[in-house]
């Protein structure tokens, strides 16, 4: 074999595998959204308890993947793209076998630490084999088609599983995959880049420890109450080590992340938009996986059919999008985006709980998968133009790491504030929905003992029982308390469609008026070159 033909067989192997990396770690992320339902009946959580199956991926996914980024570039990417894979192997095993919420929980951290292996090492892989600039573009495109295509299969799989009563079997699907990934990966060429790169050790602890700790806050506050001690010592904790974090990064000379460039009044205004317009984004995908399937109780498989019209606007649409980003101002573009954001999750918090009609999410969901698509193209292109050209790599990652954290951000804080409030609604009236039930000691006690403790979302969980005698179940449900729990968290979660609509408003304001002089992007959209398409 000549060394051309041996390079061409390399660099095809490596896309492969890259491709198949970063669609294996996009099936393990969008796996929970449609199977919200699921598991809120399977393992009977609280609204918080579901809310961590999400953010338990998300959150070490977020605050690690710039950090196994840095270490394929000292150590080799084909071993750690490997080790990542072996890592969903592991949790998707624990998920599995989850017999409480718990263990799922552990289940979807190891694999969240897998996937902040993944999406950054295929890509770097990719790019460090690609012989040109334009095989280079040609390689992230098919990355991001095989990344869309895991986003849109995996809810519609697991759909398709959970309504043959086998929703477990989707974690053994995801073993397959991350097999396959392992054995493909074996051909790949190997690639790093040390130069001038350094574990930044007491940023990444910081940076972790201090939004695992708000997040925390935020998530078991809504049910515990944020006046607790120690809900109140997480939130401090949380602020002190992320200050912590702020003068570490000044002071080291490898930082984790250049907080200098926030200077650049562009680049600052993009920054913000994306945390908060990527929070609007899965804030509406949580919520509308929340109302179908873990209150209304409909089908996984209509929750994955929604999914279905979110992700394809994002694989359809990318040459259109790269179009406008060349001919129009990224401002209008952006723009553009937040607001269809916007119009979708207003839209969805005109609906009634009591109309099980699917069907209805279709138009909106169709508006959110176009806005997403119109922003997260022209994210890193804006913040790439904004910056000296010797910046744009660290503008890039910076901007995913913020478009990440909107991400991971969007189930925590929208549940907390649906949950909280449905509780509120609920410790309000069960009172006289008990009273009024016809239920008797010590059954009265007993119901208002889980309305107290598990909250709305576990009163909606349980069958309704007329009334009390020896051969009813021992805990009986009053209509009218399950009537109270069901109206709560739709209306709860209608307020949170609106919370989600109204912040991707304000994104859109922002882009429109804060980039008000800003030049049009020079360089074609960035191909979506690190995008990761969430589901719910």
Request: charged share 10%; with cysteine.
């Amino acid at each position: 074999m000549t060394q051309t033909a041996a390079r061409k067989q390399g660099y095809t192997a490596t896309v492969v595998a890259g491709c198949f990396a970063v669609f294996l770690a996009q099936v393990a992320y969008s796996l929970p959204g449609a199977l919200n339902g699921t598991f809120q009946q399977e393992f009977q959580t609280t609204g918080a308890e579901l809310a961590w199956v999400t953010a338990a991926f998300a959150i070490p996914m977020v605050v690690l993947e710039l950090t196994t980024g840095v270490i394929g570039d000292l150590f080799g990417r084909k071993r750690l793209l490997q080790v990542g894979a072996l890592l969903v192997v592991a949790g998707s095993l624990v998920s599995y076998l989850a017999g409480t919420v718990q263990i799922l929980w552990v289940g979807q951290v190891v694999e969240g630490i897998g996937a902040a292996i993944l999406y950054p090492t295929s890509l770097a892989m990719l790019a460090a084999v690609s012989p040109s600039q334009e095989a280079r573009s040609k390689a992230i495109a098919v990355w991001a088609g095989f990344l869309s295509v895991g986003a849109a299969i995996s809810p519609l799989l697991c759909g398709w599983l959970a309504a043959a009563g086998a929703w477990r079997t989707s974690f053994i699907v995801v073993i397959a995959v991350a097999v396959v990934s392992i054995v493909i990966t074996r051909f790949a060429a190997d690639s790093s880049a040390p130069q001038g790169r350094k574990l930044d050790v007491p940023g990444q602890m910081t940076l972790a420890l201090g939004l695992i700790a708000i997040l925390f806050a935020a998530t078991q506050g809504s049910e515990a109450g944020f006046a607790r001690p120690e809900i109140v010592g997480a939130f401090v904790a949380g602020l002190v080590l992320l200050g912590a974090f702020v003068v570490i990064e000044l002071r080291t000379d490898v930082p984790l992340l250049h907080l200098n460039i926030f200077a650049n009044r562009s680049y600052a205004i993009v920054a913000i938009a994306t945390v908060v317009g990527m929070f609007a984004f899965l804030a509406t995908c949580y919520s509308t996986s929340i109302w179908i399937g873990a209150i209304q109780h409909q089908s996984a498989l209509r929750i994955g059919l929604l999914f279905l019209f979110i992700q394809g606007p994002a694989f359809v649409l990318v040459p259109i999008v790269s179009h406008l980003i060349r001919n129009f101002s990224p401002r209008w573009v952006l723009t553009a985006g937040f607001a269809l954001i916007a119009v979708s999750g207003i839209w969805c918090s005109t609906f009634d709980i009591h109309d099980m009609s699917w069907t209805r999410f279709i138009g909106p969901m169709l508006l959110l998968g176009v806005g997403f698509a119109l922003t997260v193209g022209s994210i890193t292109a804006v913040a790439i133009n904004t910056v000296p050209l010797r910046l744009a790599g660290m503008a890039s990652a910076t901007t995913n790491l913020l478009r990440d954290f909107g991400f991971a951000l969007g189930p925590v804080l929208i549940a907390a504030f649906a949950v909280s409030r449905a509780n509120s609604d609920l410790s309000a009236g069960a009172a006289a929905a008990i009273g009024g039930s016809g239920l008797t000691p010590p059954y009265t006690d007993i119901a208002g003992g889980i309305a107290h403790e598990g909250g709305s979302m576990a009163i909606n969980s349980m069958p309704v029982v007329p009334g009390a005698g020896p051969d009813m179940p021992p805990v009986p449900m009053p209509q009218s308390l399950h009537v109270l729990a069901f109206e709560s968290l739709g209306s709860a979660y209608s307020l949170a469609f609106l919370v989600a609509g109204l912040c991707a408003a304000a994104a859109a304001a922002l882009t429109l008026f804060g980039l008000f002089g800003a030049k049009r992007a020079a360089v074609e959209a960035p191909l979506i070159d690190e995008e990761f398409v969430p589901a719910g």
